[in-house]
């Protein structure tokens, strides 16, 4: 949605934040009682062209939950038999490398999923220090 107001004359560069307030700071006390926890901020903007002030609100219109993808470069180590050829060639192609003093590959988590190897993630701790 493109806000028609403040494209109106391009006037962007006119118009500066001077001030952003939290809920329950001094000034915002009527919007937290109008839109409660959906208030996020108040932002005070003032235009230098047309020598105006802008009370702005910043809400939440929607709260879903959600997962983050993993990092990446974070892997998961998959152990595959030494004759497995094929699947051994389909892990170089996306990118696995081979720990010999393991006996595993590592792959990125989206390549597991898409090489359908789920089953064979080896889980242990890693050790630190």
């Given at each position: ?59 939440i219109v929607e709260e879903v939950p959600w997962k983050s993808k993993p990092k990446p ?57």
């Amino acid at each position: 949605m493109i806000c028609e107001h403040t494209l109106k004359t391009d006037r962007r560069d006119s118009v500066k934040v001077k001030l952003k307030l939290k809920p329950g700071d001094r000034g915002t006390k009527k919007l937290v009682s109008y839109y409660g926890d959906k208030l996020v901020c108040v932002r005070y903007r003032y235009d230098t062209a047309s020598r105006k002030r802008y009370k702005t609100v910043e809400l939440i219109v929607e709260e879903v939950p959600w997962k983050s993808k993993p990092k990446p470069g974070s892997g998961a180590f998959v152990r595959i038999g030494w004759h497995e050829k094929d699947l051994k060639d389909k892990i170089k192609i996306a990118g696995g490398q081979y720990y010999s003093n393991r006996r595993l590959w590592k792959v990125d988590l989206d390549k597991v999923k898409m090489l359908g190897i789920g089953e064979r993630v080896v889980k242990f701790e890693e050790k630190t220090g």
